[in-house]
Each structure stands twice: as structure tokens, then as C-alpha cells.
């Protein structure tokens, strides 16, 4: 039954709409195909072409795959993260629809190595803050964040419960962002980070390094390598006119 808002709608955006709900429940799975053009346009009371409209502009989106002769599917679409923000991964997930989790191995303290000091302004063997957590988005992992902190910014780091509030939630909450800093590299995974996102040694990775300063402080460095084939970086820039 149409509510006057739905009602409201042009018969292409109500289309849309049903397909979009369809494959947040999971009524069209990833990879399944939705009902034929025919179907929908019975089912809706509407021609052919505005069903193909609809199913045009979600394809141009990359939520559809059509194939001429087989009909239309749901894309397997890679999880997304802006490369330019610090986002919360566990927000992320949710706004996805879907559920997070995730697997805490350590929170620990010890000697900064050459290239953590080096990374944070840190003497070598100066004492740092380490953590090693997987992120799940549903039961698959997509991340895998290795951070060290300078403990003089976050002294209560190795308190915190990190499979309730992600590290990024808790740094955005106790040592306001001011500064990143990202570098972005496609990288083959070890084998104990093969064992921990589930991929095979020969699957290529993107692994990004980021630093953080809160005003002039330099409050953490953070090692996020995630899996290629499920994830993707994306950027958008204005270009001023002149």
C-alpha cells in the first residue's frame, strides 16, 4: 500500500526505491539477479521503460550488472572508505547496513623500533602504546589495524575496551583531530596477515599509513591493510575555477 509520501513519487524513483530496499534486506542478495524488466513493470503498473530507467540509473551506479540476453544483477560491491577523511570504520559498516565486530589480539605497551620513533618524533625505545585489531564488516574481516600511540596524548590508551569503541572513536573523543597525513600502497600480505583477513599470499592488498596530530601534537601511527578484493579508496576534490 503506497503512504502519500511513496505516492508522491515518480514511478521511476519508486522502483529504485524497492530495488535499493531489496538489497539492503537482502532480498536480492550480492550476485543475485532481480525480477525481469516485464515483472516489475506488471507489478508497478507502469511501462516497460520507466522500469528501465530505473534499473539504468542503478546500473550507471554500479549497485546493477546487466548482461544483454540474461537479465540484471546485483553487483558485488566492494566496501568503501573515503581517503581523505578519518572515519570511524565501525560507522562505515553500519551505514552500509551491515554489522560490525571486532577481534582484539593486543593492547600492549612497549620499545618504540627504529621506524615507529622515526614515525612519531619518538626516541628509539621510547615507550609507545601497540595495537593489533581485526575489523569484520557481517563475519568477513576488512581491516586490519596495527596503531602505536604516543602515550603522552592518550595516557589511558591501554584502558580502553576496543572491541566495544573502535580506536579511532576513542582518539576523535580524547585527542580532537587536527592533522592526517596518508600514504596509500598496494601490497602483497604476509602470511600472518593472509591468516587474518582469510585472503591467499598471491592477493594483492591496499595498505594505507596514516598519521594523526592533535594541534601540534603527533598522537598516533596507524598501519590499515585491507583486502583488495573487497575494498576500495575513494577521493573527491573540488577544482576551484579561475
Known amino acids: 500500500m503506497n503512504t502519500p509520501k511513496t505516492a508522491s513519487k515518480p514511478h521511476y524513483l519508486r522502483i529504485r526505491d524497492y530495488i535499493l530496499d531489496g538489497i539492503k534486506n537482502r532480498s536480492f542478495a550480492p550476485g543475485a539477479k532481480i ?24 546500473a550507471e551506479a554500479g549497485v546493477l550488472l546487466r548482461y544483454a540476453g540474461d537479465g540484471t544483477y546485483v553487483a558485488e560491491r566492494k566496501a568503501e572508505s573515503p581517503l581523505l577523511d578519518v572515519n570511524n570504520i565501525a560507522e562505515e559498516i553500519a551505514t552500509r547496513g551491515h554489522h560490525y565486530s571486532a577481534e582484539v589480539h593486543y593492547v600492549r605497551q612497549e620499545a618504540a623500533s627504529e621506524e615507529v620513533a622515526l614515525r612519531l618524533g619518538l626516541a628509539v625505545a621510547a615507550p609507545v602504546f601497540h595495537s593489533l585489531i581485526v575489523h569484520f564488516e557481517d563475519s568477513s574481516p576488512i581491516q586490519i589495524e596495527e596503531r602505536y600511540v604516543n ?47 582469510g585472503v591467499d599470499a598471491s592477493d594483492p592488498c591496499l595498505r594505507v ?23 576500495k579508496l575513494r577521493s573527491q576534490t573540488r577544482v576551484r575555477k579561475r
Not at 507502469?46 to 522500469?51: A, D, G, I, K, L
Not at 587536527?178 to 602483497?188: F, G, Q, W
Not at 594523526?212 to 601534537?217: L, R
Request: a positive charge; charged letters at 25%.
Open 151 to 197: 602515550p603522552q596524548w592518550a595516557p589511558d590508551y591501554l584502558l580502553q575496551d576496543f572491541s566495544r569503541e573502535t580506536p579511532n572513536a576513542y582518539l576523535m573523543r580524547t585527542c580532537p583531530l587536527s592533522d592526517v597525513e596518508h600514504t596509500v600502497e598496494a601490497v602483497l600480505p604476509l602470511a600472518e596477515e593472509c591468516r587474518l583477513l
Open 35 to 58: 525480477p525481469p524488466e516485464v515483472e516489475l513493470a506488471r507489478q508497478f503498473g507502469v511501462s516497460r521503460m520507466t522500469v528501465n530507467k530505473a534499473i539504468r540509473d542503478l
Open 209 to 231: 599509513l596514516r598519521r594523526t596530530w592533535s594541534g601540534k601534537h603527533l598522537v598516533s601511527f596507524a598501519r590499515l591493510l585491507h583486502p583488495g578484493a573487497k575494498y
